[in-house]
């Protein structure tokens, strides 16, 4: 068998076919492919010699087969052709290969006359009659825009070898091919339709024949000198190039990218859609796009990593993600979910097939049926979005808000293109926070509460409050304590506990919850310190003790003021703390001795009360649960000795400035109202005088212990977290945070309303995105928690809102994209399920290896990637 090609220049019996194919000429002339072996036999007879291509077979076999060309591929023509050296001398080319020579066609025929047609490969499709050979059928074929080259190959031929050996001698590497009739048939030509071929080709016209090339396959074994005919031969062969198994260069910290295009290539419908004729759906026009270019770029890469043999550097790829995401630019290291979510928005604008989208008011649901509202909703989206990441990734689901004033609902069907679950982490921090009472009736009190490692403050207030018995009338009001002042009030709910460092000091403050909006007032204690100066004869006031937070009430003055101070004082009151009932100390005793019963293990409260010799863990600080705090009431009013008068002699307040410059302003005891000019929080700095100290058990507002260190629950016990369970962290009911609160229409105001989610409509390919990371204006952490997830047989039937429409709620895994190391320094790669290898594969930038089903569930999955079953 030959392939005639056509070339621009001519050739002579005394030009060699590489002379032949450079010299100039205006007319084509057609050249042939044929064994180099039966050539020499007759090449003495023709004087004429060729261009040689040595093909040699693959040592073993890498991938699998392509089956589109089980059908038609010869085991002795699908080799991997070298170009050899022009030789003028008989024998084999390519150093043992099988050699090929380039002869011109009218050479050939008068050869093959000769020979009778002595080829030695035996020509399955023959047509009647001499057209096939005076009409040759010609292909013009695209390798690139700028390169159209033109074949004339005979109908007698056979097809496929023939395109391979064209393709080979316009230096395109040899590569099987897939073929389609661009003359007004666009289906593909396999080889049982060949003879057809003669039926849509026209004889007096050039025919169009799209062939696409893909990557010759190594796999070939040595059926070399083997039986031609044999069906089994047909079998043996790789499938084309690649096939996936191909890895990506990483061009700096790209680890990132190369994890998630490496997902996508081997989404199976993606696959098939850029493997085909995808440009022709490319939406230039739409201003939400990219102009086709962001499409153009990813389907290149794709066809790379599906035809190309050796690793593929996604130079250009990368240049046009930072082009239109210049957060993706440079070599720094991101995050591949984060680019996953724009690839898939961007492809899908790229590729959507609306011009023009409607406009479409999104209605109230008003009564009507769940199904009803969801299917309007969901016609609305693919009203205004047609592409294949619609059809192959987008989903719906159910959005449920409730108003916690008056109950009115409102439902809501939204898309997605992704899942984000949170994940609940076995981490533990102990954490020891002082709780203090704000009307004087507790002595303060240490607990330590184990709170997730990365939990918020919501998780400490709530443990927080478990521990210290709080009323259902109380609320708790945390602050970090530095230098015996308060530097920051803790109220936001959703801050990270990993914001607080191992040696801070917390103190939480229990307040009524009427007094949940009321101005505050905060004491700071002061007194002189003698070592403050260097001279030590001017002596500077410094702060000492934890301060005491307290309500302002409706009106206050310095007397009330006052009052207030020395009711918070109470419980440290040297008077009050004799340790007996019966025992009334003189009004001018200056100290006493005293009793401090502690509890320090760890995980209880850690308190200080000479009322009673014990503490039990689930009691409050004191004894206000029993008779011998009104007792001790009672012993401090008749035995105080004290009146108003002597008690200003004990202390100075003064007004500190909101400015924190350090001024200072004194409070008279006849000052009137000072609520009227009282910010939200007034702070009062109080002055100690000598006699003062030596009436008070100060140290007790001096033992505000360090939070801990960090304390983990060890590896050996630490349990995983299977995926179902942070399906329902994220479908749970839980309010809106204080950013997004929701416009009730009933109330006409914004509510922090309560949000659930339900699923409702299930896609092809389900995106499971795990959050690992979280992000505050200060830390970065991630969560090592397991996520044990199945790899097959995922079922979300019991997460389905409406089961009656889903085609299956079935999924199988099919690749992860895996981030290893923490938030400072990490590396990503990508586990992929290979269908043809029925096996999984580690995708390491440019290594791709097999690995065992077993070691694809690590703490490192990241996204995982699910196909319905």
């Not at 990508?830 to 690590?858: L, N, R």
Request: a negative charge; charged letters at 25%; one cysteine or more.
């Amino acid at each position: 068998m030959a392939t005639a090609a056509t070339a621009s220049h001519p050739a002579s019996a005394s030009t060699s076919g590489r002379d032949a194919l450079a010299a100039a000429s205006s007319s084509p002339v057609a050249v042939c492919l044929v064994p180099f072996r039966w050539w020499a036999r007759v090449r003495e007879e023709e004087a004429a010699g060729g261009v040689q291509y040595a093909a040699t077979a693959a040592a073993s076999p890498s991938y699998y087969g392509l089956r589109l060309l089980h059908s038609f591929l010869h085991p002795d023509l699908v080799l991997r052709l070298e170009r050899g050296e022009c030789r003028a001398g008989g024998g084999d080319g390519g150093g043992g290969g099988r050699s090929y020579a380039l002869v011109p066609a009218d050479e050939l025929s008068r050869a093959l006359a000769r020979q009778n047609s002595g080829l030695g490969l035996q020509n399955k499709h023959s047509f009647a009659g001499d057209s096939a050979g005076a009409y040759p059928l010609v292909l013009r074929i695209s390798v690139r825009e700028t390169s159209i080259l033109t074949l004339k190959i005979s109908k007698k031929d056979n097809p496929v070898e023939n395109y391979k050996r064209a393709n080979k001698i316009f230096n395109v590497d040899s590569q099987p091919v897939h073929v389609w009739d661009f003359s007004g048939q666009t289906n593909l030509i396999l080889m049982n339709e060949w003879n057809r071929l003669h039926d849509c080709c026209h004889a007096d016209q050039e025919n169009l024949l799209e062939v696409q090339v893909y990557a010759m396959s190594d796999s070939l074994t040595s059926k070399i000198g083997g039986d031609m005919n044999s069906d089994s031969s047909y079998r043996s062969f790789g499938r084309a190039g690649s096939m996936g198994l191909i890895g990506l260069e990483n061009l700096g910290n790209t680890c990132f990218m190369n994890s998630s295009i490496q997902c996508l290539a081997h989404t199976p419908k993606l696959v098939d859609y850029f493997l085909g004729d995808y440009a022709k759906n490319i939406n230039r026009t739409n201003p939400l796009g990219l102009n086709g270019e962001l499409a153009l770029a990813f389907g290149e890469l794709l066809r790379s990593l599906w035809t190309d043999r050796k690793p593929v550097p996604p130079h250009h790829f990368k240049e046009k993600i930072a082009c239109f995401a210049p957060q993706f630019s440079g070599f720094n290291q991101h995050d591949s979910q984060e680019l996953l979510a724009f690839l898939l928005d961007g492809l899908h604008e790229d590729l959507n097939q609306v011009k023009c989208k409607p406009y479409e008011e999104a209605k109230d649901a008003s009564g009507r049926p769940d199904e009803e509202v969801a299917d309007e909703y969901w016609s609305n989206h693919l009203a205004r979005n047609d592409s294949v990441i619609v059809d192959t990734c987008h989903g719906q689901y159910k959005s449920t808000l409730t108003c916690p004033t008056c109950s009115n609902t409102s439902v809501t069907f939204d898309p997605f293109m992704y899942l984000s679950l949170p994940v609940p982490s076995t981490a533990k921090r102990v954490m020891t926070v002082t709780v203090f009472s704000t009307d004087g009736s507790r002595e303060p009190c240490s607990y330590d509460v184990s709170v997730p490692k990365f939990g918020t403050l919501s998780d400490l207030v709530q443990a927080l409050s478990i521990a210290c018995l709080l009323g259902d009338d109380e609320i708790l009001l945390v602050t970090e304590v530095y230098n015996n002042c308060i530097i920051r009030y803790l109220e936001e709910p959703s801050d990270s506990v990993s914001l607080l460092r191992d040696g801070d000091k917390l103190a939480a403050y229990r307040l009524p919850k009427r007094h949940e909006k009321s101005p505050l007032v905060v004491f700071t204690h002061q007194h002189f310190d003698e070592h403050s100066s260097d001279d030590n004869l001017t002596p500077q006031m410094r702060e000492f003790e934890a301060p005491l937070l307290a309500a302002l009430p409706e009106a206050i003055n310095g007397l009330s003021l006052q009052d207030i101070y020395l009711k918070l004082l109470s419980p440290f009151r040297l008077s009050n703390r004799a340790g007996s009932l019966n025992l009334c100390m003189e009004s001018n005793s200056d100290s006493v001795n005293l009793m401090d019963a502690t509890s320090p293990d760890s995980g209880s409260n850690n308190c200080q009360n000479s009322q009673l010799e014990d503490c039990p863990e689930s009691s409050y600080c004191s004894a206000s649960e029993c008779e011998i705090m009104k007792e001790r009431d009672d012993l401090h009013d008749r035995c105080s000795g004290s009146n108003k008068e002597a008690q200003m002699e004990e202390f100075e307040f003064y007004l500190k400035s909101e400015r924190g410059d350090g001024q200072q302003q004194k409070i008279e005891i006849n000052e009137l109202n000072l609520r009227e000019t009282a910010p939200s929080r007034l702070h009062i700095n109080v002055h100690w005088l000598q006699n003062a100290s030596r009436k008070y058990a100060t140290s007790m507002l001096n033992t505000l212990p360090e939070i801990h260190k960090l304390e983990l629950i060890p590896k050996g016990t630490e349990d995983s977290v299977a995926l179902h369970g942070c399906l329902e962290a994220f479908l749970k009911e839980e309010p809106l945070g204080p950013e997004d609160m929701w416009y009730c229409p009933c109330c006409k105001k914004h509510q922090q309303a309560m949000k659930k989610l339900d699923l409702w409509r299930l896609p092809e390919v389900l995106v499971i995105h795990l959050k690992r990371f979280s992000y505050t204006q200060f830390t970065r952490n991630k969560l090592e928690t397991f996520v044990d997830f199945p790899t097959s047989d995922l079922d979300l039937s019991s997460y389905i809102a409406d089961k009656s429409k889903q085609p299956s709620s079935h999924y199988r895994l099919y690749a992860i994209s895996n981030h290893y190391g923490n938030m400072g320094g990490g590396h990503y790669t990508a586990s992929i399920y290979h269908e043809e290898g029925k096996g999984w594969y580690k995708f390491d930038d440019d290594c791709v290896t097999p690995m065992s089903q077993d070691s694809i569930k690590t703490p490192a999955a990241y996204v995982l990637f699910y196909r319905r079953e």
